[in-house]
C-alpha cells in the first residue's frame, strides 16, 4: 500500500475505533417533530446553526475565547488574519472543548480553502470523510459529505490524478446518506475507476467493501475485505469490518474468527473488551 493510502488506512482505522465501539461522539441535531423528509430537514440545516450549538454548552471562559478568536480579523491582510484565526479556532475546538470535533472540522475546511494547498485539503476532507458512517442524523451527515465532497474537488482541481483523492470524493456519494441510488453509484463509480487501473490499491477496496456494508451488499463486501486483509493483514478497520459484514450477513461462525483476530492486532483495552463483549453477544 502507498504511503499516503496507508495514512487515510490508518485515520480511518482510529475513527472506527472510537466512533464504532464507543459511540457517537458527534453531537446530533434534533429531528424534526413534524416528519419533515430527510431533503426537507437537510436544508435546514447550515453552518451557523451548528456552531451555536455548540457554543451554547461551553463555559463562559470558552466563549470569551470563541466570540475573541471569531472576531479578531479587521482591516489590514485580511486573508492572513483569518487564516490565522481559523487555525487558531481549529485547535482551540480540538484541544480545549469536549466534543468540539464538528467545529473543529468546519474551521480545519476553512483554513484549508485559504491556504489552498493539497495537503491542506485533503487532510481537512478525511475529517469529515472518517465519521459519516457513524453519524446516524440524516441532516447533519448530508452536511458532512458536503463539506468533505467540496474539499476533494477543490484538491482534484490541484492534482487531477491523486487517486486518493478520487477514492475519497467518490466515498463522500457512498456514504453521503442521501439514499439516493444514482449517487451511490456516481461514488462507486470513481472509485471502481482508481481499481481498474490498480486492481491493488488496497484504499479503493477497503471503501468498496464499507460501501458494501453500507448498503447491506455484504456478499459484495467481504471479497473485498478478504483482499484488504490478505494484503494488508494488520489493517484492524478492515479485519473489523470484515467481521462485522460476516456478522450482518449471519455467518456467526466466521465473524467470530474475526473479531478475535482484531483482538490480536491491539493493545488497547477499552478496545479489546468492546470486542469481547460483541462476542459474548453473539449466539
Request: hydrophobic residues 40%; aromatic residues 8%.
Amino acid at each position: 500500500m502507498k504511503k499516503q493510502q496507508a495514512l487515510v488506512a490508518g485515520i480511518g482505522m482510529v475513527v472506527l475505533i472510537v466512533f464504532y465501539f464507543f459511540g457517537n461522539t458527534v453531537p446530533r441535531l434534533k429531528k424534526s417533530a413534524s416528519g419533515d423528509s430527510t431533503a426537507r430537514i437537510s436544508q435546514s440545516i447550515d453552518i451557523k446553526t451548528i456552531l451555536d450549538a455548540d457554543k451554547s454548552k461551553l463555559t463562559p471562559q470558552q466563549l470569551a475565547t470563541v466570540n475573541r478568536l471569531e472576531n479578531s480579523v479587521i482591516r489590514g491582510n485580511v486573508r492572513d488574519q483569518q487564516i490565522e484565526a481559523d487555525r487558531e479556532l481549529a485547535l482551540y475546538w480540538k484541544d480545549s472543548v469536549e466534543n468540539g470535533f464538528l467545529a473543529y472540522a468546519y474551521y480545519t475546511g476553512e483554513l484549508a480553502k485559504l491556504e489552498n494547498s493539497e495537503k491542506s485539503l485533503t487532510f481537512a476532507a478525511q475529517l469529515f470523510l472518517n465519521t459519516l458512517r457513524s453519524q446516524d442524523n440524516p441532516a447533519l451527515r448530508s452536511w458532512m459529505a458536503g463539506e468533505s465532497r467540496d474539499l476533494f474537488e477543490r484538491a482534484a482541481q490541484l492534482n487531477p490524478d491523486n487517486d486518493s483523492t478520487k477514492i475519497g470524493l467518490g466515498a463522500t456519494y457512498i456514504f453521503g446518506g442521501t439514499g439516493e441510488p444514482m449517487e451511490v453509484m456516481k461514488g462507486v463509480q470513481s472509485i471502481l475507476a482508481v481499481i481498474q487501473k490498480d486492481s491493488l490499491n488496497m484504499y479503493a477496496q477497503l471503501m468498496l467493501g464499507l460501501g458494501g456494508i453500507e448498503s447491506g451488499q455484504y456478499d459484495k463486501a467481504i471479497p473485498r475485505l478478504l483482499k484488504v486483509v490478505y494484503y494488508d493483514p494488520g489493517n484492524l478497520e478492515a479485519v473489523l469490518s470484515l467481521a462485522e459484514a460476516y456478522e450482518k450477513s449471519g455467518n456467526t461462525a466466521a465473524a467470530k474468527i474475526w473479531y478475535g483476530q482484531g483482538i490480536k492486532l491491539t493493545n488497547n483495552s477499552e478496545l479489546i473488551t468492546a470486542i469481547k463483549e460483541r462476542l459474548g453477544s453473539l449466539k
